[in-house]
């Protein structure tokens, strides 16, 4: 039964809350949160409405009662992300803090602390101070290029660098759209970036056009097998 003609009536602002519907929720999701912790997991900042056929989504405080903070925050956040378009993302390298910001506006309040933002690159993180380069993502290195930067002592041993040796070792690619690292675990060598749902070719990092390849490399590898 869809309940979206009887939506707006039943909370003050327009929306309708979960009293008669705890139970459905939490049948179908076999234990409540857990559908909305599936689906902010996999990059979406919202959540519909569990009956079949109902496509109304749940407002924020609608599954505050079946979620716990965790997943709230993470509703949160990806409603974040979602209202800044993935090019101009930008996440906080300092491990501990990973704060989501826009390209625009950080380089906007970096620029009071570096006035030359524009042209060296040097940005602050709006939430921990945190100073890095936003082109190597890495802690900023004043006067030095990034090139040069990664030939350091300092560089060789941080995270940053022992995670890209992980990377090239596992032959993990990174998406030249949004730089996001992914990896492949069998099958298929046409890849779509989660983040940003650019199509490339696994091997050789290629454009896919139009669901076609502009490459010549093997479709899929199985066993062994080239397809």
Known sequence: MCLEGTWSAHRPGGGVG????ERTWGEITDGGGRGITTRVGLGKGTV?????????????EDCKSLA???QIDLMLHRKKEAAINVLDRVYCPN????????????????KSVFADAGQSGARKCQNCGFCFCISCQDKW??????????KTAPYKA???????????RNGWRKCIQCSCWLEL?????HMTCWTCSYEFCYTCGE?????????RCPFRVEEGLTI
């Open 18 to 21: 979960l009293t008669g519907l």
């Open 48 to 60: 519909e409405c569990p009956i079949e056929d109902c496509k109304v989504e749940l407002l924020l």
């Open 68 to 70: 716990d903070g965790g």
């Open 95 to 110: 491990s501990t803090c990973s704060y989501l910001m826009s390209r625009g506006s950080l380089l906007k309040s970096s």
């Open 141 to 150: 290195h004043y006067g030095m290029s990034c090139e040069n930067f990664r």
């Open 158 to 168: 941080s995270g940053q660098a022992h995670f890209e040796d992980t990377a090239h």
């Open 185 to 189: 675990d069998e099958g298929c060598m």
């Open 207 to 215: 454009p896919w056009v139009m669901k076609k390849p502009t490459c």
